[in-house]
């Protein structure tokens, strides 16, 4: 008889945590209800606004959050500072001297260098992709300034961005590595718009950063017009940039702490850092309100098994520096999962988890959770985003929610990226789904076991 009592009583929390985070009463209620996503993604971007990494505005974010963290009862609340350069971008144009004299909508992309004071004027050489730049003989490039196009379309998973965002991020540091004296892009992006896509570009150790811009889309087309006219283009440019070095960023973490701690704990997150642009709002501050929303419903229902940590990234757009910073300081620990929220705001429609195949049967229950919301699951590898990716590496189990990126790269890293695009009912389907997958995940005694280690995070 005191076998069975003191087994009984032995278990009767986890029974208790189970109950009170009935998954699919927790999603109810936070698809009709949920208003913190959208109190989190007004109050950040309307009391901040931008908040280019490493820069006062990212810092004035840091302390908005944790006060705003602690105000919502999460425990352990702290900001982790770490040192960078901070790249700020100064007035930027552009101007076809000729044939056909007239100016041209684009932006400095993050660690551009800058041009010489007045600006420089040199002949366009253009390539279809970063393949045909690659291919191109140096004396074809020395000297000009390259121009480099794409046909990026819309796609509701985003898929072609991978590929694409190559030329932004490598073309650069490939035309400075043949001698180019710039190197402007067509927009990775999917609008019509005359609003220029800026983002990072990356020039390896050794190279010298040279000015390098996107074109907005409708600029772009012009300059291919032009160019199929086949008279020699000449354009001008004036680009001004600094890089302080020795800046501080930092990542903001929060806890719901867990009834058991051998129990490992879920990272979820998304990142404080945006583009200088626009406000921020789907890149990313609807990410971190997501996920602090669900982590807050959980919370408020009582003690999970497993701790869950949110952590708003710091200086993503630059290079996930934060995600470094974090897997340097906490990789050694335990975590069961980790994943983020970084696509905008629109609803989720699939899921997908990379993890050891003795989970088959959790990742069917958290299928169960999820269906009501139209969600369905999908075979492909999760990836968990820029900033979790690091401490994926480690070895833990990843989960993706993925949200239809149909209009995503119309607004990605635009000055259009503002509160006005956000859907309340969408941010509330998507908090919805992330209260379920840790209503799930949080509270099952096995987990989510480690993916074999052939697994790739991607």
Do not use: C
């Amino acid at each position: 008889m005191l076998h069975r009592l003191l087994l009984s009583v032995s278990i009767l929390p986890l029974f208790a945590a189970q109950a009170a985070h009935d998954a699919a009463a927790l999603r109810d209620t936070a698809a009709r209800e949920d208003g913190l996503a959208w109190e989190i993604t007004e109050g950040l971007t309307t009391e901040i606004g931008p908040r280019l990494a490493a820069t006062d505005a990212e810092l004035r974010a840091l302390d908005w959050g944790a006060a705003k963290l602690k105000a919502l009862g999460f425990a352990n609340v702290r900001v982790e500072r770490f040192t960078m350069p901070r790249w700020e971008r100064g007035p930027a144009s552009a101007e076809i001297v000729a044939p056909f004299p007239q100016s041209m909508a684009l932006a400095a992309l993050g660690n551009s260098g800058a041009t010489p004071k007045g600006g420089l004027t040199a002949e366009l050489v253009a390539f279809d992709g970063l393949e045909a730049l690659r291919a191109a003989p140096a004396d074809t490039v020395r000297g000009r300034i390259v121009y480099l196009t794409h046909h990026m379309r819309a796609q509701q998973d985003g898929g072609s961005y991978g590929a694409l965002s190559a030329i932004r991020t490598q073309g650069p540091a490939l035309g400075a590595a043949k001698g180019a004296a710039a190197v402007v892009i067509r927009s990775i992006g999917t609008d019509s718009h005359r609003l220029p896509h800026t983002g990072v570009t990356r020039f390896p150790d050794g190279t010298r950063p040279i000015p390098a811009a996107a074109l907005s889309a409708p600029d772009a087309d012009q300059i291919e017009r032009i160019l199929a006219r086949g008279r020699p283009v000449r354009l001008r440019l004036d680009i001004a940039t600094r890089v302080t070095p020795g800046a501080q960023s930092g990542n903001l973490i929060a806890e719901v702490p867990g009834t058991d701690p051998s129990a490992g704990m879920i990272l979820i997150g998304g990142h404080l850092d945006s583009w200088d642009q626009g406000t921020g709002a789907i890149d990313d501050a609807s990410g971190v309100a997501i996920v602090t929303a669900a982590a807050k419903r959980i919370m408020d229902a009582g003690r999970p098994l497993r701790t869950i940590r949110i952590v708003w990234f710091g200086a993503e757009e630059v290079g996930g520096n934060g995600g470094e910073a974090y897997a340097k300081a906490h990789g050694a620990e335990r975590h069961m999962a980790v994943a983020e929220s970084d696509f905008g705001a629109d609803r989720v429609w699939s899921y997908s988890v990379t993890a050891g195949a003795a989970s088959a049967p959790l990742v069917t229950r958290l299928g169960t959770a999820l269906a009501p919301l139209g969600i369905t699951y999908s075979r492909s590898a999760a990836h968990g985003g820029t900033d979790v990716a690091p401490t994926a590496q480690t070895g833990t189990a990843v989960f993706d929610l993925r949200q239809d990126g149909t209009r995503y790269f119309d607004l990605h890293h635009t000055p259009d990226d503002t509160l006005d695009k956000i859907d309340p009912v969408q941010l509330r389907q998507n908090v919805a789904a992330w209260t379920a997958t840790l209503a799930v995940l949080a509270n099952d005694p096995a987990g989510l076991a480690p993916p074999a280690k052939d697994a790739a995070h991607d």
